[in-house]
Antibody, heavy 117, light 110 residues
Framework: EVQLVESGGGLVKPGGSLRLSCAAS????????MDWVRQAPGKGLEWVAS????????SYADSVKGRFTISRDNARDSLYLQMNSLRTDDTAVYYC??????????WGQGTLVAVSS | QSALTQPRSVSGSPGQSVTISCTGT?????????VSWYQQHPGRAPRLMIF???ARPSGVPDRFSGSKSGNTASLTISGLQAEDEADYYC??????????FGGGTKLTVL
């Protein structure tokens, strides 16, 4: 069974930093690209970033480019999101998702990031 | 990276059919067969219901179907059931390893 478990969320002040982690199990992690998707309270889903199997292809939404860094450790079956210069509009539940050739097919339960002074 | 356009809400009675539209552009929905639909109940993670415009993952009832014409994709739910009440999101590949989501549609089963 595919399992994705996010961690690292919490309360942070504007301008601060946070690092999210996603532990993967139940599938061969190195076979899949991985993504982060977020959802602000009461709002819709927003794609954040994507990383290929060997980290050679990385892309970001314009809203986080230059502030967020996606990475992965294939030896640890883990995905990360380093978030710097956080703003109040980054407040959201952050989901990690497995990417197949055609879709984001499996999602974690999410971790809440709250940016507030 | 503009969001795809979905109606904010739709409704139907048990047993009826409803269709949710998802309008993009020639740079996303119109260019790729990579359109997916997700169901999300309150407080839960999204669940994949349709991928590749019209394919269903195992375990998804055949009451759920998808289609696409030009820049607009659609999700149809037939034989509505109470448990179908949820938020539904479309998603399309947008090129350059980017994905774009719709704003979401709240389905109410009357």
């Amino acid at each position: 069974e595919v399992q994705l478990v996010e961690s690292g969320g919490g309360l942070v002040k504007p301008g601060g930093s946070l690092r999210l982690s996603c532990a993967a199990s139940g599938f061969t992690f190195t076979d899949y690209s991985m993504d982060w998707v977020r959802q602000a309270p009461g709002k819709g889903l927003e794609w954040v970033a994507s990383i290929s199997t060997s980290s050679t292809l990385i892309s970001y939404a314009d809203s986080v480019k230059g502030r967020f860094t996606i990475s992965r450790d294939n030896a640890r079956d883990s995905l990360y999101l380093q978030m710097n210069s956080l703003r109040t509009d980054d407040t959201a539940v952050y989901y990690c998702a497995r990417e197949t050739a055609v879709t984001l097919d499996s999602w974690g339960q999410g971790t809440l990031v709250a940016v507030s002074s | 990276q503009s969001a795809l356009t979905q109606p904010r809400s739709v409704s139907g009675s048990p047993g009826q059919s409803v269709t949710i539209s998802c309008t993009g552009t020639s740079s996303d929905v119109g260019s790729y067969k990579l359109v997916s639909w997700y169901q999300q109940h309150p407080g839960r993670a999204p669940r994949l219901m349709i991928f590749d415009v019209s394919a269903r993952p195992s375990g998804v009832p055949d009451r759920f179907s998808g289609s696409k014409s030009g820049n607009t994709a659609s999700l149809t739910i037939s034989g509505l059931q109470a448990e179908d009440e949820a938020d539904y999101y479309c998603c399309s590949y947008a090129g350059s390893y980017n994905w774009v989501f719709g704003g979401g549609t709240k389905l109410t089963v009357l």
